[in-house]
């Protein structure tokens, strides 16, 4: 009986490599046999362990400068080399014109994304970076982490007064009011001497310290005292520039909403707000001597104003935050207490100030309510992740195709290493045929940059531009170029170089590189990727026509607003009336408060009449409106009546929304009185309506009587609005002759407050685009390298009677296999992604089957198209032809 034999034990192979690295390969085969024999007769005289270390000290003792792999030192042989290299390259893409194509093509549009999505991270990332005394400067936020609870950036007005004086930790204070109370942060603006008004925005009521804290540059007037005096105000340098050209206006006297009552002395003018800065003001009025009501600056009734603070060098951030809870307990609570709310016990456990570093307002303020824009971190790790993937599928391009014609460059491997050449020396020449191809795409990518910029800075609203100038650039590129090249060239350097010459000769190359696991895995990545963009696309889509199309509780369409309408001061009313005239005008009303952002929002405190010292008081929206407004706005009126200016105690009555009745309890709304600073009776319930965005759920909101505002609501005709706009402005010119008519339309406006998912829906859409491309160039080129292969095989299939049909399936069922393979993968990524950022939105579409059908049969449409060309083109070429010349 025949016992098998074991396996001679084997030395460490990691000393093995290291061996044939470092020995000349002239020595290498003959030295490691001896090595070899040596190791087993140890094993047999000392055992495994010690004739692995004496192994190991003979590999190391033979590391000795004559066996060490020489290479040329010789420069001009490396130059040489180097030319060498560079004309085999240029031969080889010369001789696949179409592989190289695609290769430089889909390299190029993946370097120019990932150029300028890292443009936008590094606007994004930027933002607030600037400050000398940045690790100090702090935004005062709070955190109510009650039942209802949320996060916003408003104070009462002694918040700030407060904390420099009770916390020797911090070194400066101070306060803005992002906005004007009489026009919500946009204004009519003249200097003294001017008869016509021009519309300006960008208006903030602030302390001197705001402009010390924030270290804002001072172009002219006293850095420490421009803010000082009651009535000044600060200017930017383009709008100095605007009103006052090449002068210093500091002392000039400004006037706005052409108000005799309203003019304020210019302080002096601070530098443009740069780019990247979470401010971007041009007005700064001060808070000196201002007081919005008797006792305001004292009172902790009303909250409005944000506090910045900056801290000693030596002070601690969170244990400040703990100390501050003190304030909440003597200040708030305690002003709860007085008045007898009985919100004081919640206010004291759940309600919290902290610190937010200035350096993180812009990018990660989620979730926390002020009134300036933001970025969003999760859009960064998107487009980022993006530019990744989209940058992997023109490598995936680079290695699928250099290893699918390894066929065709395994006869030239073979030959050279035939004649003398080393593997060491085919790495090198591969290599080199990356690094042209990645230095080629690297230029025809800053091309593509340069032209599409622009279109990604409409989509994106920004204003990104190539930093041609700043010294980082170049050698940035250079080393991208070379990283690029050496990362998508090594595993084809490898294993092009691996193969054995005669395994060439016996035509075992060629069979393997007809298909490859991982040249298929690499394609379904490629269309995975691709149709987790197009999932995106769809939904983002379908959630932006969902917001615009649906039912939201009023009529946005055919309503032009006029802003500036303060200025009409006594006349307005004659105004509304003169327009009331007109035959293509429905309705109109006066006011501010409107349901899209960018108008005025009042936030009160209610409770039931009588009932302030017995329950928690209920948040809603007060919102001053006249009797036309209901009409305007097209909302329905559940129950009760509208305003009635003919009725004198409708200045105590309100109308309330259904969110108020449900959030309050009110069984019977229309017999029910409920209280604020005073008492109101509810005479009317209107229907739910979105005011905010989608994002938020529809919150309580009361009307009460006005009849004033900066902002003329008309409604009009739907098929008359050229011809109402037209006799609107000669109606406003009869009143208003240096003041130029200003309107928006309110369905514009509405839209608008979607702006960053439209962008975002747009963007996903572009790189969608161009993913598919990028992966239908491999797929092209992958085909037609297939067919390539087959033709004999092709050929005898139709000359044995095979249909044409039957070879255009035998071409494309692998790869109709693998965006199969790709739509099953992609549909629980998918999935997974768009809930999260569904997520979002409190009223949104739900994921329906069909968009994944629609995704993944766009996908397998591309795809087949793609390879319909080279597959058809092989049914139907003559046999013969081919055969003739095998």
């Keep these: 009986m025949k016992h098998p034999t074991t396996p001679p034990a084997t030395p460490p192979q990691w000393a093995v490599r290291f061996f044939h690295w470092f020995c000349n390969d002239h020595l290498s085969d003959a030295v490691m046999g001896d090595l070899n024999e040596l190791h087993q007769r140890n094993i047999i005289k000392r055992g495994k362990r010690k004739a692995d270390f004496i192994f190991v000290i003979n590999v190391l003792l033979f590391l000795q400068p004559f066996a060490i792999r020489q290479e040329s030192t010789s420069s001009q042989n490396q130059l040489a080399m180097l030319q060498n290299y560079l004309k085999m390259a240029w031969r080889t893409m010369g001789r696949h014109k179409t592989y190289t194509a695609i290769k430089i093509g889909g390299f190029a ?39 209802d609870g949320g996060k916003w950036t408003a104070f009462p007005a002694s918040m700030g007064p407060i904390l420099k004086t009770e916390f020797p930790e911090i070194e400066k204070s101070a306060r803005m009011i992002p906005f004007v109370w009489f026009n919500a942060g946009s204004n009519l603006i003249r200097s003294e001497d001017q008869v016509e008004s021009t519309y300006e925005e960008g208006f903030a009521y602030a302390d001197q310290e705001l402009l010390e804290v924030l270290e804002i540059p001072i172009v002219y007037g006293n850095p420490l005292k421009i803010l000082t005096d009651p009535n000044t105000i600060v200017l930017s340098r383009r709008k100095a520039e605007k009103y006052f050209p090449g002068q210093d206006p500091t002392g000039k006297t400004i006037v706005l909403n052409d108000d005799p ?18 401010l971007s003001f041009d007005f700064f009025i001060t808070l000196k001597g201002v007081e919005f009501w008797p006792g305001e600056q004292a009172s902790w009734c009303c909250w409005n104003y944000n506090v910045y603070l900056q801290l000693r060098p030596d002070a601690d951030p969170a244990a400040l935050e703990k100390k ?52 969003d971190l999760r859009y960064i790790w998107l487009f980022g992740s993006v530019a990744v993937f989209i940058l992997l599928l023109a490598c995936i391009n680079f290695v699928n195709l250099s290893t699918a014609k390894s066929a065709n460059r395994a006869k030239e491997v073979g030959l050279r290493k035939v004649v003398g050449s080393f593997r060491f020396d085919l790495v090198r020449q591969f290599l080199m045929e990356s690094l042209l191809y990645s230095f080629l795409s690297f230029s025809i990518a800053i091309f593509i940059v340069i ?152 936030q009160n405190g209610f409770w039931k009449d009588g009932k302030s010292k017995e329950e928690k008081v209920v948040g809603a929206q007060l919102w001053h409106v006249d009797e036309d407004y209901i009409s305007t706005m097209g909302m329905k009126l559940l129950e009760g009546r509208n305003f009635n200016p003919e009725i004198a105690s409708d200045s105590q009555v309100v109308i309330v929304n259904q969110a108020m009745v449900k959030a309050m309890g009110l069984k019977n709304p229309l017999e029910e009185k409920i209280m604020n600073w005073e008492t109101f009776s509810v005479i009317g319930v209107v229907e739910d309506f979105h005011f905010e965005s989608m994002k938020e759920k529809i919150t309580p909101l009361c009307f009460a009587y006005g009849k004033r505002g900066s902002i003329i609501s008309v409604k009009i005709q739907s098929r008359q609005m050229t011809d109402a706009v ?130 993944g049969a766009i996908s397998l449409l591309i795809a087949v198209l793609t390879v319909s060309y080279q597959s058809l083109r092989a049914a139907r070429a003559n046999p013969a032809s081919r055969l003739r010349s095998e």
């Design 261 to 278: 009552k309203k003019t304020f002395t210019v302080g002096g003018v601070m530098e443009n707000f740069p780019p990247n800065h979470h």
């Design 451 to 602: 032209i599409a910029l622009p279109y990604f800075n409409s989509l994106a609203g920004k204003s990104l531009i190539v930093p041609w100038n700043e010294i980082w650039l170049w050698p940035a590129l250079l080393a991208s170029a070379v990283l690029i090249g050496v990362v998508a060239g090594m595993y084809p350097s490898f294993y092009l170089s691996a193969f054995k010459p005669i395994d060439v000769l016996k035509g075992k190359v060629s069979k393997g590189s007809k298909s490859s696991s991982l040249r298929g895995a690499m394609v379904i990545f490629q269309f995975t990727t691709s149709i987790v963009l197009i999932i995106g696309t769809f939904v983002i889509y379908r959630q932006m026509n969902f917001i615009l199309n649906t039912k939201i509780g009023f009529d946005k369409e055919h309503v032009l607003m006029i802003q500036g309408a303060n200025t009409l001061d006594e006349k307005q009313t004659t105004f509304k009336n003169e327009l009331l005239k007109l035959a293509s005008v429905k309705s109109v009303t006066a006011g501010d408060y409107l349901p899209v952002s960018g108008t005025h929002r009042d």
């Design 109 to 147: 549009l993946g370097i120019a994304t990932c150029m300028v999505i890292y443009l936008f991270i590094r606007h994004e990332m930027s933002y607030d970076q600037q400050y000398k005394n940045g690790a100090n400067i702090y935004r005062v936020y709070n955190d109510y982490q009650g039942p």
């Design 726 to 855: 037209e006799s609107i402005t000669k109606v406003w010119n009869k009143f208003m002759p240096h003041q130029p008519i200003r309107y928006t339309y309110l369905d514009e406006s509405y839209a608008r407050m979607y702006d960053d998912v439209q962008r975002t829906g747009k963007i996903l859409t572009s790189f969608a685009v161009l993913a598919v491309i990028i992966a239908c160039l491999g797929l092209f080129a992958l085909s037609a390298f297939m067919v390539e292969q087959r033709n004999k095989e092709m050929s005898i299939r139709l000359v044995l009677g095979a249909s044409v049909n039957s070879i255009f399936r035998l071409l494309t069922q692998n790869f109709i296999m693998m965006v199969f393979i790709s739509f099953v993968i992609a549909i629980p990524l998918g999935i997974y992604l768009m809930e999260k950022w569904l997520n979002d939105f409190q009223y949104k579409i739900p994921l329906t089957w069909d968009v994944f059908a629609m995704a």
């Design 324 to 375: 501050m809870l003190s304030v909440n307990t003597t200040h708030n609570v305690g002003y709860l207490k007085e008045t007898g709310n009985k919100s004081a016990a919640d206010e004291e456990k759940y309600h919290k100030f902290i610190l937010q570093p200035v350096s993180d307002i812009y990018l990660k303020s989620e979730g926390i309510s002020d009134a300036i824009p933001h970025g």
